[in-house]
């Protein structure tokens, strides 16, 4: 059985079989068939008027509800597929890489944790000799590494020479 867009009792728009979206629609004034097809799938009055029986009005409606059907449901097949390509190719990517991105981890976790580690010690220093100055310093230094991206710039040239390697 073929699948259209009906209408409900409600006229909202659902999904129902062929049999009672004729059935609804049967159902309906020639007034309303006329409203919707204009409305709804842009007919002219020109167009309406030459459809003088209210079973052609019902085929017209039955039809373009079909075609809008169809238009959506290719639709959903070009996302699925769309979605189904970048997922395989995202998992050949982490398959193919994966010891590079193991090693680029590796190597970005030991830079940042050097940094830390200087950083930290540099913090207890200070805090061992008392000095409100020091710690002042030492966090408009960590904020202008950080905006001029010394941290990264050590990191980006590490990864640089493990690229080379592989």
Known sequence: ?????????????????????????????VRDLKRRLARQHGY???????????????NTLLYEEHKVY???EQRRKRTMYRRRIM????????????????QLYELVSVNVLVYTDKKLYEISRCREYK????L????????????????????CSSICFCLDSY
Request: proline residues 0%.
């Open 44 to 58: 002219g009055a020109d167009e309406i008027s030459k459809m003088i029986d209210k079973k052609d009005l019902i």
């Open 131 to 134: 000095s409100l100055k020091g």
């Open 1 to 29: 059985m073929d699948w259209f867009y009906g209408y409900d009792s409600n006229t909202t728009r659902t999904k129902v079989s062929n049999l009672s979206a004729l059935t609804d629609l049967s159902q309906l004034r």
């Open 87 to 102: 997922t395989s190719l995202i998992c050949i990517a982490i398959v193919m890489f994966r010891d590079l991105w193991i």
């Open 70 to 72: 169809q238009k959506e």
């Open 136 to 155: 002042i310093g030492i966090t408009f230094m960590i904020i202008l590494d950080l905006l001029q991206g010394e941290v990264l710039q050590c990191t």
